[in-house]
């Protein structure tokens, strides 16, 4: 009988073999861990969150939401995961990172269909199905073998992750909790700046000393996930208008939303115990982080439970590799899923992931693969990064640029945006009711 094999247990690699077992077909899970673990990896479970705990936007008016909904269509493992382990975060998802992956790694390892192999792929055999789905932080040995099959030198960007503060050494009296323009619930700890304080913190921020990259030079930094110091050298106001805006909160405290500034504290587990510093991806050295992110107000005393990392993202030149279906255009029986297709952020990782194992499935069974329709957002993503029109390939994330507008005129942006989700989600239904 075949097998689908899968390499890497990341969120694309877990759907992937779901998709492939859900569908009747035995899959074999490569994952490296726990002999050998990746920069950013730290525990032995599939599907690490390493990054941030948010899933981003719930709302189907956001493309991002409405992804989400389109991939519980499809049985997502993922978003099955996701529900079990959230945590408050206003209107997005957020999860406690360890439950989500130990609900996961259970759910994986207990399916009849998948076998987990322990060791690092290094070889791709072109008349095996496989899936390679190593994401942002593929091993050497695999990248080379993916160099080579690929006929192409490996692009990388950077990716940097945000630093985390224990709940208890946060000064309460000096922030207060809200949701910008009250959607959802107050679950976000907000840090209001004056002016002065602002400047200070920035002047701090622009001057302080990073960490040097390792064998890696000229690194180019995607835009969805930039370091905050990168950013705040753009120009003094580039921070309020990003992650640090104060728009839309009001401190009940004062009934005022007059802060110059508003940092923005996440929930990053279940208890409440732990809060993530909201678009403070960053790679200064730890004793920096320490000193100027101490400098916010409500932080001077905050216990850093984890500190911000960087580390290097990989991604294949997609428009010149795959087609619409994540399947390499010269090996048939080679899929890809995950960002090393040039799908940027956890839930459009393991939408691809989705596509590529439920594909291999159907191409195992001589049955018609799914579909990709550009009035989906699951579907928007390959046909983009599969557009051989695109010469520089750069990460894309879920958008509506991408998805196919309607022919109806509608000047509400939210409005046309949930008449979009609507006809996406019809649109899922049909093709897969089709299958």
Same mark, same amino acid.
């Given at each position: 009988?075949?097998?689908?094999?899968?390499?890497?247990?990341?969120?694309?690699?877990?759907?992937?073999?779901?998709?492939?077992?859900?569908? &009747?077909?035995?899959?074999?899970?490569?994952?490296?861990?726990?002999?050998?673990?990746?920069?950013?990896?730290?525990?032995?479970?599939?599907?690490?969150?390493?990054?941030?705990?948010?899933?981003?936007?719930?709302?189907?008016?956001?493309?991002?939401?409405?992804?989400?909904?389109?991939?519980?269509?499809?049985?997502?493992?993922?978003?099955?995961?996701?529900?079990?382990?959230?945590?408050?975060?206003?209107?997005?998802?957020?999860? !406690?990172?360890?439950?989500?992956?130990? #609900?996961?790694? +259970?759910?994986?390892?207990?399916?009849?269909?998948?076998?987990?192999?322990?060791?690092?792929?290094? !070889?791709?055999? %072109?008349?095996?199905?496989?899936?390679?789905?190593?994401?942002?932080?593929?091993?050497?040995?695999?990248?080379?073998?993916?160099?080579?099959?690929?006929?192409?030198?490996?692009?990388?960007?950077?990716?940097?992750?945000?630093?985390?503060?224990?709940?208890?050494?946060?000064?309460?009296?000096?922030? *207060?909790?809200?949701?910008?323009?009250?959607?959802?619930?107050?679950? #976000?700890?907000?840090?209001?700046?004056? +002016?002065?304080?602002?400047?200070?913190?920035? =002047?701090?921020?622009?001057?302080?000393? %990073?960490?040097?990259?390792?064998? /890696?030079?000229?690194?180019?930094? /995607?835009?969805?996930?930039?370091?905050?110091?990168?950013?705040?050298?753009?120009?003094?106001?580039?921070?309020? *208008?990003?992650?640090?805006?104060?728009?839309?909160?009001?401190?009940?405290?004062?009934?005022?939303? !007059?802060?110059?500034?508003?940092?923005?504290?996440?929930? !990053?587990?279940?208890?409440? %115990?732990? @809060?993530?510093?909201?678009?403070?991806?960053?790679?200064?050295?730890?004793?920096?982080?320490?000193?100027? /992110?101490?400098?916010?107000?409500?932080?001077?005393?905050?216990?850093?439970?984890? @500190?911000?990392?960087?580390?290097?993202?990989?991604?294949?030149?997609?428009?010149?590799?795959?087609?619409?279906?994540?399947?390499?255009?010269?090996?048939?029986?080679?899929?890809?899923?995950?960002?090393?297709? &040039?799908?940027?952020?956890?839930?459009?990782?393991?939408?691809?992931?989705?596509?590529?194992?439920?594909?291999?499935?159907?191409?195992?069974?001589?049955?018609?693969?799914?579909?990709?329709?550009?009035?989906?957002?699951?579907?928007?993503?390959?046909?983009?990064?599969?557009? %051989?029109?695109?010469?520089?390939?750069?990460?894309?994330?879920?958008?509506?640029?991408?998805?196919?507008?309607?022919?109806?005129?509608?000047?509400?942006?939210?409005?046309?945006? =949930?008449?979009?989700?609507?006809?996406?989600?019809?649109?899922?239904?049909?093709?897969?009711?089709?299958?």
């Amino acid at each position: 009988m075949e097998k689908i094999k899968i390499i890497g247990a990341g969120l694309a690699g877990c759907e992937a073999a779901w998709q492939a077992a859900q569908s &009747g077909i035995a899959a074999e899970l490569v994952e490296m861990k726990p002999a050998r673990f990746s920069p950013a990896h730290s525990n032995e479970n599939f599907a690490e969150l390493v990054c941030s705990n948010s899933l981003k936007a719930e709302r189907i008016e956001n493309a991002c939401g409405l992804l989400k909904e389109e991939m519980r269509l499809f049985g997502s493992i993922i978003m099955e995961a996701a529900d079990v382990s959230r945590v408050p975060a206003g209107g997005a998802l957020a999860v !406690d990172r360890d439950v989500f992956s130990e #609900y996961i790694t +259970k759910k994986i390892k207990s399916h009849p269909l998948i076998t987990v192999v322990n060791e690092e792929a290094a !070889d791709i055999d %072109t008349d095996e199905y496989t899936i390679i789905a190593t994401g942002p932080l593929t091993s050497d040995a695999l990248a080379k073998a993916v160099s080579r099959l690929t006929d192409a030198d490996e692009l990388y960007f950077f990716d940097a992750a945000a630093p985390v503060v224990t709940e208890e050494s946060i000064d309460k009296s000096r922030v *207060f909790k809200a949701a910008r323009y009250d959607r959802g619930t107050a679950d #976000y700890i907000n840090c209001p700046m004056t +002016k002065d304080e602002y400047t200070a913190f920035y =002047n701090a921020l622009t001057n302080a000393e %990073t960490a040097q990259l390792k064998d /890696f030079e000229n690194a180019a930094v /995607f835009e969805g996930c930039m370091p905050v110091e990168v950013m705040a050298k753009r120009g003094f106001e580039t921070l309020t *208008f990003g992650p640090l805006k104060p728009v839309g909160l009001v401190n009940p405290k004062t009934g005022k939303d !007059d802060a110059y500034a508003v940092v923005q504290l996440r929930q !990053d587990n279940r208890e409440g %115990t732990l @809060y993530n510093l909201v678009g403070f991806q960053t790679n200064l050295k730890w004793g920096e982080q320490k000193r100027v /992110f101490s400098m916010i107000p409500g932080l001077e005393n905050a216990e850093f439970a984890r @500190y911000g990392v960087m580390h290097r993202n990989t991604y294949i030149n997609s428009p010149r590799i795959l087609n619409r279906y994540y399947q390499m255009i010269k090996y048939p029986k080679i899929f890809f899923a995950g960002q090393i297709t &040039g799908v940027e952020g956890y839930v459009e990782s393991a939408s691809s992931g989705i596509l590529a194992g439920y594909n291999a499935a159907r191409l195992i069974q001589g049955k018609t693969m799914w579909e990709p329709s550009s009035k989906t957002v699951i579907g928007a993503l390959p046909l983009y990064i599969s557009d %051989t029109s695109i010469h520089r390939l750069q990460p894309m994330n879920a958008n509506f640029g991408i998805v196919e507008g309607l022919s109806e005129r509608i000047r509400k942006k939210s409005d046309r945006y =949930n008449k979009i989700a609507l006809r996406a989600l019809e649109t899922v239904k049909e093709q897969l009711a089709r299958q």
